[in-house]
């Protein structure tokens, strides 16, 4: 089993504050793509990254690909409440098959 | 483009009846995977579907089966319920072949009681 362990678990910050989600394994994957899940919904894809040492921007948010393709890393700048949410990691292996971080659950204070 | 849908997005079930949810990906779209989530075990892979053949599966018993149609439509069903089988079923479609992008759909929540 490829286990992507998530860290931190949980985090409360107010708006406006800097924050960095971790996403590590011991496999190597082919891909790796975060996702942010609101209650009661599917998860939406926010990124994919493929290659080792890659680095996402899409507005606030900055995801970043280990040398080694084992870590990620996606860092939030300046939050607002509309990030609020559980983000999931995923790695994909060279058969295409996924497999999902523990999540973060983020809370973002106004 | 629409997006992955799932039916019934809400089933009641009682313990031992047998359920099957239906997904509908992305059109275009020939892969499809389901997953249970629950808040003590996250996102667990169920299996994956390519051109109605089940290409990938997980470690969960033969109670949970599958199927993809021509129209790559594919539908779970689940056998024998038991309560730990409350949860939330998420389907995701992606291109298949070497695209590594899945799309979810809004999941159906199941409550067996």
């Known amino acids: 089993t490829q286990l992507l362990e998530q860290s931190p678990q949980f985090l409360s910050i107010q708006e406006g504050e800097n924050l960095t989600v971790y996403c590590n394994s011991s496999?190597?994957?082919?891909?790796l793509q975060w996702y942010r899940q609101e209650p009661g919904e599917g998860p939406v894809l926010l990124v994919t990254?493929?290659?080792?040492?890659e680095v996402k921007k899409l507005k606030r948010l900055t995801f970043q690909f280990g040398d080694a393709r084992k870590d990620s890393s996606l860092h939030i700048t300046a939050a607002q409440p509309g990030d609020t949410g559980l983000y999931l990691c995923?790695?994909?292996?060279?058969?295409?098959?996924?497999?999902f971080g523990t999540g973060t659950s983020l809370t973002v204070i106004p | 483009k629409a997006g992955v849908t799932q039916t019934p997005r809400y089933l009641i079930k009682t313990r031992g009846q047998q359920v099957t949810l239906s997904c509908s990906p992305i059109?275009?779209?020939?892969?499809v995977s389901w997953y249970q989530q629950t808040p003590g075990q996250g996102l667990q892979f169920l299996f994956e579907?390519?051109?109605?053949?089940?290409?990938n599966k997980g470690n969960f018993p033969g109670r949970f089966s599958g199927r993809q149609f021509s129209n790559s439509r594919s539908e779970m069903n689940v056998s024998t319920l038991e309560l730990g089988d409350s949860a939330l079923y998420l389907c995701?479609?992606?291109?298949?072949?070497?695209?590594?992008?899945?799309?979810f759909g809004p999941g159906t929540r199941l409550t067996v009681t």
């Open positions: 995701a479609s992606s291109l298949g072949g070497s695209s590594y992008e899945q799309y």
């Open positions: 496999s190597v994957f082919s891909s």
């Open positions: 990254v493929v290659t080792g040492g």
């Open positions: 995923a790695g994909a292996d060279t058969g295409n098959q996924f497999y």
């Open positions: 059109s275009g779209h020939r892969s």
């Open positions: 579907y390519f051109s109605e053949t089940q290409r």
